[in-house]
């Protein structure tokens, strides 16, 4: 019993792995219609792609995105690319289009600041408050100091030390 359960398991385990790679392949948005014949830029094409962030999907880049916009960002690139451009021609060609909102990793500064140090500053900030918190709770504590006993607790300690004495 415990062998079919074993096997059964490896079973299980082997779908579940051929499963999430077949989705993982899934999960590109480039077409065969789009991809270029020659390797090299077709490689090219897809680092840069990598990078630019599609605008619809947002948490997605254009490489992996199956938006109608995405696609038409990856056939820009490509007809770029084509056309003799750098990749770095290429990605401001694109930045031209969409501002750095497009860039996955856009570049530090001053109006990118927010979304460099806002995760720090978020963070410390929460630090902050906690330990204001942590420091308010405890001088509360010291302030109210020991809870009064009920007169039932007193008459239960005084049954005891009279008991003992």
């Known amino acids: 019993m415990i062998m079919i359960l074993r096997l059964s398991a490896r079973r299980a385990f082997l779908g579940m ?10 999960a590109h948005g480039v077409t ?4 270029l014949r020659d390797p090299a830029l077709e490689g090219r094409a ?10 619809v999907c947002q948490n997605q880049s254009i490489d992996d995105s199956n938006a ?22 290429a990605i401001d060609f ?8 497009v860039l996955l990793k856009p570049p530090m500064q001053l ?8 995760p720090a500053l978020f963070l410390l900030v929460a630090a902050l408050g906690f330990v204001r918190y942590l420091r308010k709770r405890s001088v509360d504590q010291a302030a109210e100091g020991p809870a009064a006993l009920t007169t039932i607790e007193q008459d239960r300690v005084s049954e005891l030390f009279s008991r003992r004495s």
Not at 46 to 55: E, F, H, K, N
């Open 17 to 26: 792995l051929v499963a999430s790679a077949v989705f993982a392949s899934l």
């Open 68 to 89: 109608p916009l995405a696609r038409d960002l990856r056939v820009i690139v490509r007809e770029r690319l084509v056309s003799g451009d750098t990749d770095k021609q």
């Open 46 to 55: 897809r680092a840069i792609s990598q990078l630019l962030r599609c605008v």
């Open 111 to 118: 109006d990118t600041l927010a979304l460099w140090i806002g």
């Open 32 to 35: 065969p219609d789009e991809v």
């Open 94 to 101: 694109i930045v031209g289009r969409y501002g750095n909102f």
